[in-house]
DNA sequence: CTAAGATTGGATCGTCAAATCCACTTCTGG
DNA sequence: CCAGAAGTGGATTTGACGATCCAATCTTAG
């Protein structure tokens, strides 16, 4: 007997289509504020005003939905992220993007920290389809820094041997780990920190002028 | 009528105190490999080798527990950190501490995380009590980071006029980054660039000679 | 040595969540 | 328009978990 969950077929009708959507809309926003083992059935049905059935109509199981949450999480940040990214043309910009990042944690106090980190955390290490599906989306993040980073190199406002990969992780890093101290911290001053700092070591990489 | 959890006093026997310290040290155990809420009471009965009624005769309910864990994880991390950390006197020692995070996390191919990055992930969005213990927790740990640090400005290493305060808390952001970054991807890579970035930019504050 | 208090074992209770079932209604292709 | 598929509602089953109770046993101060 397979361990793999089932896939289910997408709706076939535009009706359920929007209740799907509705179900997962809904527990996207109740894994983030209460975590995914944190978001019951119940609370679920009624958050998006459906019955228990449908949930398992469209959902094999938690995990099956727990995925779904993860891809539109993953969607929902890349659309948020990447046209920032894929204009940065400067240090200028750079800066922007910062500070783009640094007042949406500010805007909730720290609270929540990221909808992919604190998903990443709590599933990783038991749920290897659920790892799998958020270390491509991490993995998605980074090369979406990277292109930015890229663009900088072309114009050449940074040296051409850059290192984009290995910045493009360590801003991701710093993101996941600001955001993550900020949410025990209510203060985003490590996400500053280490954001201003990665960024302070990209601006010595600029070419001199 | 007070939400506050109430806190039970010291076992007063050695055979007591013995007991506590096995609960606490199995619930610690539990909850960095499956979370807080992912350890349940009958298996950490089973696991500390003690009947339930014990663990409710030496904590209150399983908040109270909780806390005791981040203390314990507290404890433990401050004491494998702060030696190491002492000794900051010079580039090299650096990155030997960079080094021992780093294989740290590799021996276990990146699972787990950071325990105490975890449970913050898990509770702080939710359990007040547990959110200002773990801050407390990180705020030493950066002091032991930045005591360091300040060694290395005493001794000429790196300039008088580094903020060590900023660069403490970029590189504890970039461990619990890097650290949930290596759960999801099971590579230390986001770790090493983190580190190596944020290290790579003291270099350059370092004095010249 | 001996009571008072600390500690222990394990049955038990109430609650709640995941998942299933089945009867009913609404769509939609031919 | 009308079968048959898709979608819906809600009761229900099953199992686990947090927490409590109480009787029995150990520890220690006097």
Known sequence: MSTQTARKDAPSTSKGRATRDRIVAAAADLMYRHGAAGTSTPALRDAAGVSSSQIYHYFADKDDLTRAVI???TQAILANQTPL???LDSLNA??????VVIDAAREHGGTGGCPLGSLSSELSDHNPQARTALAASFTAWAAAIREGLL????NGTLRPETDTDRLALALLA????????AQAQHTTGALEAALDTVIAHIHD???PR
């Open 71 to 73: 891809a539109f999480q």
């Open 151 to 154: 663009g900088m190199v072309g």
């Open 205 to 207: 990489q600029a070419t």
């Open 174 to 181: 710093a993101v996941q780990g600001g955001l993550l101290l």
């Open 94 to 99: 750079l800066n922007a993007w910062r500070d």
């Open 85 to 87: 990214l894929a204009k």
